[in-house]
């Protein structure tokens, strides 16, 4: 079915928080921020703004009434800078005005003197000096140590990944509004609300119940919403608070990109060992995450990038640590893989540079170590494996070795263009790290003239979550679709929610609304039962009529409710979900953290433009395991944005900050992200449909994040383009792998333009 959505999409009517109409009184809010990265405050003059026209109140840290604290997991982060500033964009001061105008007229005139204090930017240097945000930590399988004698082959190396701006076509925002008896109510683009409620109560002392949170649906997260909304829908409920009115506060594209976290820059060095016959055998990893200046979730996304360093691999003897490093940026967050991209890249760099080394393909090394099921992870979790079936599927419908071929005689036939490929297979773990956060709940009432509403714990937010939990309710109670509605994501209705986030959001309140369903169709059942003399195991409900032992009766969905209403039984019911079996014991790092793992192979290839550096993606083919898929379109949809997330992750897109923490990269103009001119020309999404019995809903598999995956293929078939143009040329692993690197490994090095099959026009 369509996302049901798509209508009010296409007409403009879908509602985003700017989109909510406006109560009477409504004020503004602005934030200023430091434009220093670190360094005390030795002073903070409002007078001058304060005195602009339309200005009602500025806040600052001192007009906190409870804990001026946002940190989630680990308490590191003021919402108002006190006496410190620790990055670029933090938040100082709260301007709050008539108009929006105003407002930012205001900000200008605040006067703010720091004295500065040193400056960090590279998380090496960080680790170096004892910067982290936790203690490191290290996975273990075998013994790397005593393994490195039985290799026949041994490579060592770095590499470098970028960060990556969310761009959420919705920036950051809220509205809170006052209700009576101290209640606030937060409309706030989160990708967790329960998150918001949580720290808005905090840092304003009060309790949870007087927070109501309120999410229709987002226009974008992909992460950066995970935790860095909360920022936002506190600063105006902090406003709401002291003024009892209405504040709203919507970041301009500058402001957003200025003031939130990104992706984290990895540095990692890895060691990687091969038996003759290409086995893996040993492999060493040490990683560097950038966390900026608070955690924020940069510990759980540097534990993912742990779970995901040997990505789809079966090694014996693996030691991989991961450091996560206090620097001056504005603190990275989640994005779309969460810390597990970083960590594949590492491996897939490795294998590559063996290849190199070894002068081979790098996908003889990937398809001889493809995990088989049984084999263990690092983490000790057995794998139940698609890896192969993935990779065999897509050579038998692609076929790799005719792509070689033809990418061969196109590089022999033309000299000014490359062709380059590239093997991703993938590996991803579905659940949250974080056992605990594994609950899904749902809400569903059926009303007397056979309506359907069902609110869950999921946000909406492009990845038409709400169209599947409407098949779910439509499913089990066997109506039309037409007759469910999918309710606001809400803290009143819904408590204690898990963001909506790691890829499990479907399976775990599909879930929880499938239970509730049952619940009530049980009871209905029963009703039926006793009304037909049957019993309930033998009354079903199809295509909106009651079946009594297979044959219709004369009651429609219609009457099977009022007749369960006016025998008073519970037309209502509130479920909750959570995976068994999960469990992870961090003291030995090892366990069950995932509910299970989804696999796939993709082909991506490149063509480059070895006078310009420029390049584009010719084709990127897949083969994806989503068990059962839910929805079709959703899920190619969600599998076709994740690759060119991922490509222009691995190639175009460049986050720059100076030494000085501050960003140069911070508007549309000078970060570049994948257009319709630099998406694939070809996307072929060929689903291996499993249907093993696993933790999701119907069958399915969880589908959003692991397809960003496939876009670290564009980095290793651009390098191989340009080895195709310039073998001898020397090529650092570092993405993203702009148009500039690319002319730079045409011709860093000495080419001898005659070795070329034809000359290069002057
Ligand atoms: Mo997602 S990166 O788990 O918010």
Known sequence: MKNIDSITHLRGESVYLDDIPLQHGTLYAVAFDSPIAHGRISSLKLEAAAAMPGVVRIFTAADIPGQNQIGGIVADEELLASEQVHFCGMPVALVVATTEEHARQAVKKIELQIDPLPVITDPREAQAKGELIVPPRTFRIGDTAGAWPECAHIFEGRTDTNGQEHLYIETQGAYTLPAENGVIRIYSSTQGPTAVQRTAARVLGIPMHCIEVDVTRLGGGFGGKEDQATTWALLCALATYHLRKPVKYSLHRMEDMRMTGKRHPYSADFRIGLSDDLRIIAYEATFYQNAGAAADL??????????????????????????????????????????????????????????????????????RNLLRTGDEFPYGQKADSEAHECWQKADELFNIGKIRQDIAAFNAANPVYKKGMAVMPICFGISFTKTLMNQGRALVHVYT????????????????????????????????????????????????????????????????????????????????????????????????????????????????????????????????????????????????????????????????????????????????????SMNLPVDIGQCEGGIVQGIGWMTMEEVVYDKEGRLRSNALSTYKVPDIYSVPKEIDIHFLETTKDNAAVFRSKAVGEPPLMYGIGAYFALRNAIKAFNPSGHLAWDAPMTPEKVLLGLYGQPVNVSDQPDNIPA
Not at 557 to 585: G, Q
Not at 586 to 612: M, N, Q, W
Request: hydrophobic share 40%; glycine share 6%.
């Open 298 to 367: 940069s510990p759980a996304v540097m534990e993912r990038t742990l779970f995901h360093c040997t990505n789809t691999y079966f090694i014996p003897h693996v030691t991989a640590t991961a450091y996560s490093c206090r620097t001056h940026l504005p603190p990275n967050t989640a994005f779309r893989g969460f810390g597990g991209p970083q960590g594949m890249f590492v491996i897939e760099a490795a294998i590559a540079k063996a290849a190199e080394e070894l002068g081979l393909h790098a996908s003889d090394i990937q398809q």
């Open 449 to 628: 003239d056979g309506s359907i509403a069902v609110s869950t714990g999921a946000v909406e937010m492009g990845q038409g979550v709400n169209t599947k939990m409407l098949q779910v309710a439509s499913t089990v109670f066997s109506v039309n679709p037409g007759r469910v509605r999918i309710n606001s994501t809400n803290t009143y209705r819904i408590a204690n929610t898990s963001p909506s986030a790691a890829s499990a959001t479907a399976d775990l309140n599909g879930r929880a609304t499938e239970m509730a369903c049952q619940a009530i169709l049980q009871r209905m059942k029963t009703v039926a039962a006793n009304a037909m003399q049957a019993t309930a195991d033998n009354i079903a409900i199809s295509d909106e009529w009651v079946h009594v032992n297979g044959q219709r009766s004369d009651w429609d969905w219609n009457r099977l409710v009022a007749e369960t209403y006016s025998r008073r039984v519970s037309l209502s019911e509130h479920a909750h979900y959570t995976p068994a079996s999960l469990h992870y014991d961090a003291s030995k790092e090892k366990g069950h953290p995932f509910a299970y793992h989804v696999y796939g192979t993709s082909i991506t290839i490149v063509t480059i433009d070895c006078l310009r550096g420029t390049y584009g993606t010719d084709a990127v083919k897949v083969v994806h395991d989503a068990g059962k």
